[in-house]
């Protein structure tokens, strides 16, 4: 399976946009980038998927490095309610795939 | 919208007790998967099931089995419970057209 690499943690002040990368350097050719959420004392959270091009939701933007090599996951204005572990994840596009989750980004957000 | 349905939400068994996990996926969700995440762990994925067949296996110990059924609902089944197997339990489910999976609250099985 692809890995990807993520900061352990990060911090971030409330109302603020907050900008959460990932490595993905043996990216394949069919595999998404998808991120997902872990807020306390709940289940994973689906944010957002690409392929290419960049992509816009009403959670978060993310942002595809033209080689595919990177992503960012962009929350524009960060709440308290926004913290949470972050998971940057590739599934492969060809397959119904089963999430293999890292140690994600821990996100914390100042008041 | 509907979401995922799992139950029980708390569960205490004793070791070497069975437990029944159930799963109820969203509606017109044909693929349903389960996940364990240990205390202060990240998830780890158990096995998958599509159209009522298995279709992925992760690190499920043989002690473990589970199954979807004709509704689409499915239980993971856990026999001769041990202090380790103590940890939360998610269900996921998505639709065969779709990638991102919908994950339901979890139960917490605690072994003692």
């Known amino acids: 399976d692809a890995k990807t690499t993520q900061p352990n943690s990060m911090e971030s002040n409330e109302e603020e946009p907050v900008h959460l990368p990932c490595n993905h350097s043996t990216i394949s050719g069919t595999d998404y980038i998808h991120w997902y959420r872990q807020l306390p004392s709940q289940g994973p959270e689906y944010v957002i998927h690409?392929?290419?091009s960049n992509v816009n939701n009403r959670m978060a933007s993310l942002a595809i490095a033209e080689d595919r090599k990177s992503s960012t996951l962009i929350l524009h204005r960060a709440t308290l309610r926004d913290a949470a572990v972050y998971y940057c994840?590739?599934?492969?596009?060809?397959?119904?795939?089963?999430?293999?989750f890292g140690k994600g980004t821990r996100l914390h957000i100042l008041p | 919208a509907a979401g995922v349905i799992q139950s029980p939400r708390h569960l205490i068994k004793e070791k070497r007790e069975t437990a029944t996990l159930k799963c109820y996926p969203i509606p017109r969700h044909d693929t349903v998967y389960w996940y364990q995440q240990g205390p202060g762990q990240d998830p780890q994925f158990l096995i998958s099931?599509?159209?009522?067949?298995?279709?992925d296996k992760g690190s499920i110990p043989d002690r473990f089995s589970a199954q979807q059924f004709s509704d689409y609902h499915s239980e993971l089944n856990m026999s001769s419970l041990e202090l380790g197997d103590s940890a939360l339990y998610f269900c996921a489910s998505s639709p065969l057209t779709e990638h991102e999976q919908y994950f339901g609250p979890g139960t917490r099985l605690t072994v003692t």
């Open positions: 690409g392929l290419t």
């Open positions: 994840i590739l599934s492969d596009m060809n397959r119904d795939d089963k999430i293999i």
């Open positions: 099931f599509y159209e009522k067949m298995q279709s």
